[in-house]
């Protein structure tokens, strides 16, 4: 296996559209790294630079200590897996996953050893002798992973392999990825638009946006400490909520005013809140406050709920709007004060369209957002 470094990376095409605008990032010798972002983000074109299928207009690309960007696909060591298989479909599985082996001349010996160490790998022994036409999505996506693992590359790179199988299928065919990975240790460079995905299977997790690496960290740095409003509202689902308001001095050190036609709505921020050292620079300015929908909930479920020593939930009578049972849950859509949010709630605790009901925002975890730079707060 090997790293993966990318320096300043541009890709501009001759009528002038500039796709990737300056990519840094740099993941380790194992590391899986998603990239995710919305359709025209760039990020399926950075994976096929590093593939050697797009040139780069400018700057570095280096898989482990060697400078890649003038090496064909077939010197770099890599192996890719397609959203759509691949297959040949002639061939049994045994003879797909075999495949790249006889182009590289491996003894039909060695061949064998191989694939049924690669079948075992992704159980699927009992495919070998299949062709593609018997094998369900799923045992396909199988193969074409098997078939790139032969090859025992440097680099695996996946180009949202998932997005043609079904809801249960994804699932399942994620478990998969992510054991493979731990099984292997391999270095892994996974697209999708998917942020379920990105949450679940990465290490590592570059938020792109319009050819920019909005934010590069861990998927719980990305999700707890957003650097901008983009990524918030892209990670976590369902999305954060967004509040637009007025920082003012309170009690406690500053509060987050909502004010609709001539009712203010006061939201107390802990003393340890995370911007709390910016309070002073921003009181009486407008500020959006970010809080995920777990942090909203019913009055049962805050009083179970972590929060700093000394601090209690902020309780607001809210309006239910509309309710989406998920079982261990109850997703509530809920008016206050001429602002909708949506909140998680215990199926018991009375989240009905039309019942008001009282709602705790946990402010601990809010987050202050600047709406001129939509940059986070000490970002």
């Known amino acids: 296996m090997a790293s993966l470094s990318i320096r300043n990376v541009r890709k501009v095409y001759p009528n002038g559209a500039e796709i990737l605008k300056g990519i840094d990032l740099d993941i380790e010798d194992g590391q899986f790294l998603i990239?995710?972002?919305?359709?025209?983000?760039?990020?399926?074109?950075?994976?096929?630079?590093?593939?050697?299928?797009?040139?780069?207009?400018?700057?570095?690309?280096?898989?482990?200590?060697?400078?890649?960007?003038?090496?064909?696909?077939?010197?770099r060591d890599i192996a890719m897996v397609f959203q759509s298989y691949a297959l040949y479909p002639t061939m049994t599985v045994r003879e797909n996953i075999s495949f790249g082996l006889g182009?590289?001349?491996?003894?039909?010996?060695?061949?064998?050893?191989?694939?049924?160490?690669?079948?075992?790998?992704?159980?699927?022994?009992h495919l070998l002798d299949r062709k593609p036409a018997m094998l369900s999505g799923g045992q396909r996506q199988r193969v074409a992973m098997g078939r790139a693992i032969a090859r025992?590359?440097?680099?695996?790179?996946f180009d949202e392999p998932l997005s043609n199988l079904d809801a249960k299928l994804r699932v399942?065919?994620?478990?998969?990825?992510?054991?493979l990975?731990?099984?292997?240790?391999?270095?892994?460079?996974?697209?999708?638009h998917d942020q379920i995905e990105a949450m679940t299977l990465g290490d590592r997790i570059a938020v792109m946006r319009d050819g920019v690496v909005q934010q590069f960290g861990s998927p719980q740095e990305i999700y707890d400490q957003p650097d901008n409003l983009y990524v918030a509202g892209f990670i976590g689902s369902p999305s954060m909520n967004f509040l637009r308001g007025k920082l003012m001095a309170h009690a406690a050190?500053?509060?987050?005013?909502?004010?609709h036609q001539g009712t203010t709505t006061l939201l107390p921020l802990p003393a340890n809140h995370a911007a709390a050292g910016h309070f002073g620079a921003w009181l009486g300015r407008e500020l959006i406050l970010g809080i995920r929908p777990e942090h909203v909930t019913d009055a049962l479920s805050a009083r179970r709920a972590e929060t700093p020593e000394g601090y209690h939930?902020?309780?607001?009578?809210?309006?239910?709007?509309?309710?989406?049972?998920?079982?261990?849950?109850t997703l509530a859509f809920a008016w206050f004060n001429g602002v909708r949010a949506t909140c998680r709630t215990h199926p018991r605790a009375g989240a009905e369209p039309g019942?008001?009901?009282?709602?705790?925002?946990?402010?601990?975890?809010?987050?202050l957002f600047d709406p001129a730079s939509e940059m986070r707060l000490g970002a």
Do not use: W
Not at 103 to 125: G, H, S
Not at 152 to 157: H, K, V
Not at 172 to 178: L, T, V
């Open 35 to 75: 990239l995710v972002g919305g359709s025209g983000c760039g990020k399926s074109t950075l994976l096929n630079m590093i593939a050697g299928l797009e040139n780069i207009s400018q700057g570095e690309i280096r898989i482990g200590e060697r400078v890649v960007n003038n090496v064909p696909p077939k010197e």
């Open 103 to 125: 182009i590289r001349k491996v003894p039909k010996a060695e061949q064998e050893i191989i694939v049924n160490r690669v079948a075992e790998t992704l159980q699927m022994k």
């Open 152 to 157: 025992d590359p440097s680099l695996f790179l």
């Open 172 to 179: 399942e065919m994620r478990a998969e990825i992510k054991l």
């Open 181 to 192: 990975h731990q099984r292997l240790g391999a270095t892994i460079v996974y697209v999708t």
């Open 253 to 259: 050190g500053a509060a987050f005013a909502l004010e």
């Open 313 to 329: 939930p902020m309780e607001v009578p809210c309006t239910i709007e509309m309710t989406e049972p998920t079982g261990p849950d």
């Open 355 to 367: 019942a008001s009901i009282p709602l705790a925002f946990d402010l601990s975890k809010a987050i």
